[in-house]
């Protein structure tokens, strides 16, 4: 099993910038990718990020591109969301998931769909005013 927990959520103001990190423990899957969704109020959850295991290949949702950068620090079993130019459609819970599938294997499309991921985090709310 795979557990991980995310941390870094709040408030924040239309224009700002959060951290989002995800501490990962238990079995850690050699050459797996690591993902960040996220989910508003009444809609489906929505892929937002990728990254491959050594960190050089990462995907983006357009509606994040060029704004959201995501990382992975391998020796802290850690992974990170920098959100920067926030806005108010960004709010929405975030969850970390994990997959133990080799993110090249995985490919662009795959990637972005929730049920290729069979770990999950419980959730940061990230909330942006306006």
């Known amino acids: 099993q795979v557990q991980l927990v995310e941390s870094g959520g709040g408030l924040v103001q239309a224009g700002g910038s959060l951290r989002l990190s995800c501490a990962t423990s238990?079995?850690?899957?050699?050459?797996?990718?690591m993902g960040w969704f996220r989910q508003a109020p009444g809609k489906e959850r929505e892929f937002v990020a990728v990254?491959?295991?050594?960190?050089?290949?990462?995907y983006y949702a357009d509606s994040v591109l060029g704004r959201f950068t995501i990382s992975r620090d391998n020796a802290k079993n850690m992974v990170y969301l920098q959100m920067d130019s926030l806005k108010p459609e960004d709010t929405a819970v975030y969850y970390c998931?994990?997959?133990?599938?080799?993110?090249?294997?995985?490919?662009?499309?795959?990637?972005?769909?929730?049920?290729?991921?069979?770990?999950w985090g419980q959730g940061t709310q990230v909330t942006v005013s306006s």
């Open positions: 998931a994990a997959t133990p599938t080799d993110l090249v294997l995985l490919g662009p499309v795959q990637a972005r769909v929730a049920k290729e991921y069979d770990f």
């Open positions: 990254v491959s295991w050594s960190g050089g290949t990462t």
């Open positions: 238990g079995r850690t899957f050699r050459r797996g990718a």
